[in-house]
Structures are given as C-alpha cells and as structure tokens.
C-alpha cells in the first residue's frame, strides 16, 4: 500500500491529523511507512497489545520519533527502561503521584487556579496558553519539584525547548536544555546537604537495589517528572478550551451540571490526546495484526488514531461526547508505561474547567488556535479566547470548525 501521510512530519500533526489518521486506520491499520523506515499503529487493540508485551516490544531502543537518529541511554529517561528495572525505578517516585497524594494537593491547584483567574480581564482577547494553560501545571510540578517561585519563567522557558527538542533538535533547544540540566545538577547538589521534602530531594536520598541513583539517572528523572506534570497537561488544559469552545452544546451540559466534569475531562483527553504518538522496538520476529514484523522494526503507536476507532468507541467515535461511557482511551498510554502524572492531570483539569466555568461559561474563541508542529504533542502555542464576550448573554458560535475526523 502506498500513502501520502508524512507520518514522521511535524507539521502534519499541527494541520489537523485526525482525518488522514482515521483513513489510514480504516485502510491499513498496520502500516509500514517506507521513507521513514517503521510502522505505524492505528488501531486501538494493537496499542493495547504492544503497550502490555514489553518482552515482545521494548522501550530501551527508542520511544520517540526522534530517537531513530541517536543513541538511546537508558540514564536519559525512565521511559527507556523495560522491566524488570522500569518497575524499581517508578517506585521511586510514584508515591508523590499516588491518588490520595493527589488529592492532597487539589485545595493548592484551586487557590493556584484562583490566582490566575482573578488576573484576566474577561472582556478582552486573552492568550489562555499564557494566562492559563502554561503557568498552572508548571507551577504546580514546580513547587513538586522544590522549584523556587522566582524560576518560573526561566523553568518555562527551559521547559518549551525540550519539548521543541523532542521533535527539531537544534543548537538553541539543545542550548537551553543543557541550561535546564545545569539548573537542575545545581539544585539537587544542595539537596545532598540539605533535602527538604520534594521531588529532588526524594531522588537524591533514594535507592535501588541498595544503590544510589547516579547523577545522570538523577536529571533523567527530573526531565521526566518536568514532562509528566507539565507539558502533557498544558496541551490538555489548551485542547480542551477549543473543544469546549467549539462544542457550545457540551459545555452547556457541564454547566447545568458541574458533576459531568470528572466524564468531561475524559472525554477531553480522547478527544484531544495530548501526546500523539510514541514508539517501541520489536525484540524478535513477531506479528501484529496479520502483519508480519521483523526484530528490530520500529513501532510506532499512534495514541491519536487510536483514541478515534469506532471498534473500541462505537460508530459515533467521531464526535466530541462529554457523557461517553465507557471511554478506555489511551491518552495516558497503557501498561507499564501509562503516564505518572494521569491522576494529576486529571485533577487539575477538573479544578481549572469547574473554576472557569462558574466565572464564564460562555467563552469563545477570538481568532484561530497557533498550533505546534509536533510529532510528540498536540500542542499549540497561542490562543486567544475571551472569556466574557455579552457580559452573561449567550454569545455567538465560536469561530473555527469543529475538531473532526469524518
């Protein structure tokens, strides 16, 4: 089969994916993609099957689109590791990302949300990603991490450019990531004298197997943790504004009733999937689908098409239903892997949707969404949105289509 999906394009991902996804899904869910020398998974079955074999499909070789062209340390990041290593490593800091920890946390993420929103003027076009969006999980894995509220910025700065890295590697990204590493190398140095209770304090003091992390296993973690509480939230935060924006009726139903938005926030993260898509490596000559895969073959599992397969979501997998249930969507991943941070995100998607929609629940778009290119994030840069436009009075539809694959 031949396509014209630059699967391993940025710029793809930032010009609506969805319906080319969805088509590839429908033709050829197990695709090889010749120009860029892997597999692309679709369907929502196979990701599930991939994602909970890593004896068949392993991470160590590469989990981004971008790894293809360098060398894999599994130092750089716990997402490299397979088990049994994966599962003694993630002990080390799960427990700050547990459910009751979490919850611990929510009365902090509303006094957080609070505060940027007492900051906006409702009545003018406002860049939600840099109001809204951005600063509240940064701050919030911040203060996690012991991060000092005077670094923010720079954090935010240091954070973007990672991610850009994770898909254009270059002399100013790399800049400013080695920036990060140093920033980070310096505070848990003080930690070693002086731990407090946070993150890099937990990663200083902790051990595996009776040994203590080295450095560079030490700053893997810390990117890690930056990425889990941070950026996949931010995209979830933004994604889900345009969503809302653009599906009156839906918002509406969380309106009436703010009980719909644990289901919401769900539907936002299949609806948006704020991490498109990563990859794993077959161990051995193996099969998936029908389709015969050999060792060492990429893989690469595509969160986006498959959080839209109507076997696993039904005939109206297409449209945005805050109400669905069940929803399995995989925006978190699967297995071994599913993402730390879920349950954080979850709660301070919730806590910032219930506080802005009290204020202003009939928000709009005031111009189109900055979008990205990306091969890891749906991730959009600006987004203007006024958050009072009739002072109470129903306004008129959003701009913009709606977001779908049809």
Same mark, same amino acid.
């Given at each position: 089969?031949?396509?014209?999906?630059?699967?391993?394009?940025?710029?793809?991902?930032?010009?609506?994916?969805?319906?080319?996804?969805?088509?590839?899904?429908?033709?050829?869910?197990?695709?090889?993609?010749?120009?860029?020398?892997?597999?692309?998974?679709?369907?929502?079955?196979?990701?599930?099957?991939?994602?909970?074999?890593?004896?068949?499909?392993?991470?160590?070789?590469?989990?981004?689109?971008?790894?293809? =062209?360098? !060398?894999?340390? &599994? $130092?750089?990041?716990? +997402? /490299?590791? *397979?088990?049994?290593?994966?599962? @003694?490593?993630?002990?080390?800091?799960?427990?700050?990302?547990?459910?009751?920890?979490?919850?611990?946390?929510?009365?902090?993420?509303?006094?957080?949300?609070?505060?940027?929103?007492?900051?906006?003027?409702?009545?003018?076009?406002?860049?939600?990603?840099?109001?809204?969006?951005?600063?509240?999980?940064?701050?919030?894995?911040?203060?996690?991490?012991?991060?000092?509220?005077?670094?923010?910025?720079?954090?935010?700065?240091?954070?973007?450019?990672?991610?850009?890295?994770?898909?254009?590697?270059?002399? =100013?990204? !790399?800049?400013? &990531? $080695?920036?990060?590493? +140093? /920033?980070? *190398?310096?505070?848990?140095?003080? @930690?070693?004298?002086?731990?407090?209770?946070?993150?890099?304090?937990?990663?200083?003091?902790?051990?595996?197997?009776?040994?203590?992390?080295?450095?560079?296993?030490?700053?893997?973690?810390?990117?890690?943790?930056?990425?889990?509480?941070?950026?996949?939230?931010?995209?979830?935060?933004?994604?889900?504004?345009?969503?809302?924006?653009?599906?009156?009726?839906?918002?509406?139903?969380?309106?009436?009733?703010?009980?719909?938005?644990?289901?919401?926030?769900?539907?936002?993260?299949?609806?948006?999937?704020?991490?498109? !898509?990563?990859?794993?490596?077959?161990?051995?000559?193996?099969?998936?689908?029908?389709?015969?895969?050999?060792?060492?073959?990429?893989?690469?599992?595509?969160?986006?098409?498959?959080?839209?397969?109507?076997?696993?979501?039904?005939?109206?997998?297409?449209?945005?239903?805050?109400?669905?249930?069940?929803?399995?969507?995989?925006?978190?991943?699967?297995?071994?892997?599913?993402?730390?941070?879920?349950?954080?995100?979850?709660?301070?998607?919730?806590?910032?949707?219930?506080?802005?929609?009290?204020?202003?629940?009939?928000?709009?778009?005031?111009?189109?969404?900055?979008?990205?290119?990306?091969?890891?994030?749906?991730?959009?840069?600006?987004?203007?949105?006024?958050?009072?436009?009739?002072?109470?009075?129903?306004?008129?539809?959003?701009?913009?289509?709606?977001?779908?694959?049809?």
């Amino acid at each position: 089969m031949t396509t014209a999906v630059p699967l391993d394009d940025a710029q793809f991902y930032a010009d609506d994916p969805d319906p080319a996804l969805a088509d590839l899904r429908r033709r050829c869910p197990v695709y090889y993609h010749p120009a860029g020398n892997f597999w692309v998974l679709t369907r929502h079955a196979d990701l599930q099957e991939v994602s909970k074999d890593p004896a068949r499909f392993c991470s160590g070789q590469g989990v981004l689109l971008a790894d293809r =062209a360098r !060398a894999i340390a &599994a $130092a750089d990041s716990i +997402l /490299y590791l *397979d088990p049994p290593i994966h599962g @003694r490593y993630r002990k080390l800091v799960s427990r700050a990302f547990t459910p009751r920890t979490v919850a611990t946390l929510e009365p902090r993420i509303r006094q957080l949300t609070v505060e940027l929103l007492d900051q906006l003027d409702p009545t003018v076009p406002v860049d939600a990603v840099d109001a809204l969006s951005a600063p509240l999980p940064l701050f919030v894995i911040a203060e996690m991490l012991g991060v000092p509220a005077s670094d923010r910025e720079a954090f935010r700065r240091w954070s973007d450019a990672i991610m850009e890295a994770a898909t254009d590697l270059n002399d =100013a990204n !790399a800049a400013l &990531a $080695a920036e990060l590493l +140093l /920033y980070f *190398d310096e505070r848990l140095q003080a @930690r070693v004298d002086h731990p407090g209770d946070d993150l890099l304090s937990a990663l200083v003091t902790a051990t595996v197997d009776g040994e203590r992390l080295t450095r560079d296993e030490q700053l893997g973690f810390c990117m890690t943790l930056l990425v889990a509480g941070n950026e996949t939230t931010r995209s979830l935060i933004t994604g889900g504004l345009i969503a809302l924006a653009q599906h009156p009726e839906q918002r509406a139903q969380v309106v009436a009733d703010p009980g719909l938005l644990p289901q919401a926030v769900e539907e936002l993260l299949r609806w948006v999937t704020p991490i498109m !898509a990563m990859a794993r490596t077959a161990t051995g000559d193996t099969a998936v689908g029908g389709e015969p895969i050999a060792q060492g073959d990429y893989v690469v599992l595509s969160y986006a098409a498959a959080n839209r397969d109507e076997e696993a979501f039904g005939p109206d997998a297409a449209r945005f239903d805050i109400t669905r249930s069940p929803n399995p969507h995989l925006a978190f991943g699967f297995g071994e892997h599913y993402c730390l941070g879920a349950g954080l995100a979850r709660v301070e998607a919730r806590v910032l949707f219930d506080e802005l929609l009290r204020r202003w629940p009939f928000f709009q778009l005031a111009g189109e969404p900055t979008r990205v290119p990306s091969t890891l994030l749906r991730q959009v840069a600006h987004l203007p949105i006024l958050f009072d436009p009739s002072r109470g009075e129903h306004p008129s539809p959003s701009v913009g289509p709606s977001h779908s694959p049809s």
